[in-house]
């Protein structure tokens, strides 16, 4: 599996911003995270979704902010994020991991992609 993330830029506060991540193989039963790292701090959790979507989690910070979707015909997950705040600033990874169960540990993700940046401007 490889995936390609895209959607970063620069935006507002109170602006919105949707990311894109494009897999490429085979993600059957593959859950599927967004992660993100500002400068000078540790990668953290932003959202996860299984396979089917049934099982979703969202770190505190973004909850009722950001929403996280796939299409699993397009082998593509989305992170929809609205009401930006210049703490949102950072570079967002998405990550697969085989398994239905959520994660939220960078380190239970086998595959990364190369990461896209948004920054929220005050």
Same mark, same amino acid.
């Given at each position: ?6 959607? +970063?830029?620069?935006? %507002?506060?109170? $602006?919105?911003? @949707?990311?894109s991540? *494009? =897999?490429?193989g ?6 599927? +995270?967004?992660?993100? %790292?500002a400068? $000078?701090?540790e @990668?953290?959790?932003? *959202? =996860?979704?299984?396979?089917s ?5 969202y ?13 699993? =015909? ?5 992170l929809?994020?609205?009401s ?11 990550a697969a ?17 190369q990461?896209t ?6």
């Open positions: 599996v490889q995936l390609q993330a895209s959607g +970063g830029g620069l935006v %507002q506060a109170g $602006g919105s911003l @949707r990311l991540c *494009a =897999a490429s085979r993600t059957i039963d593959y859950t599927m +995270g967004w992660f993100r %790292q400068p $000078g701090k @990668r953290e959790f932003v *959202a =996860a979704i299984s396979w979507g049934v099982r979703i989690n770190a505190d910070s973004v909850k009722g902010r950001f929403t996280i979707s796939r299409d699993n =015909a397009k082998n593509t997950v989305y929809q994020m609205s930006l705040k210049p703490e949102d600033t950072a570079v967002y990874y998405c991991r085989q398994g239905t169960y959520i994660r939220v540990t960078s380190g239970e993700y086998e595959t990364w992609g990461g940046l948004v920054t929220v401007s005050s």
